[in-house]
């Protein structure tokens, strides 16, 4: 596996030397599972379309509700 340095902040550092010990696995087991996670959750969360209204279909006649008509189902 190709290696390459990253710089890591000494708290993070620290917490996942603990996680290591405490779990009995590398440091860089724990960093490559964190990774991993961390990027599928960015990748989901880029993928997530924005909200968007999809227009219902309109019969021949009907119309849009006024103003009043939404603020009366309202629950003002």
Not at 43 to 69: A, H, K, N, V, W
Request: net charge positive; charged share 30%; aromatic share 2%.
């Amino acid at each position: 596996m190709p290696r390459t340095r990253v710089q890591i902040e000494p708290t993070l550092l620290s917490e996942v030397e603990r996680i290591g010990r405490r779990e009995g696995v590398s440091v860089s087991q724990i960093v490559n599972e964190a990774l991993a996670i961390a990027l599928a959750e960015r990748r989901r969360r880029l993928q997530m379309p924005l909200f968007t209204c999809l227009p219902r279909s309109t019969r021949t006649g009907s119309r849009p509700p006024d103003r009043d008509e939404i603020l009366s189902v309202l629950d003002f």
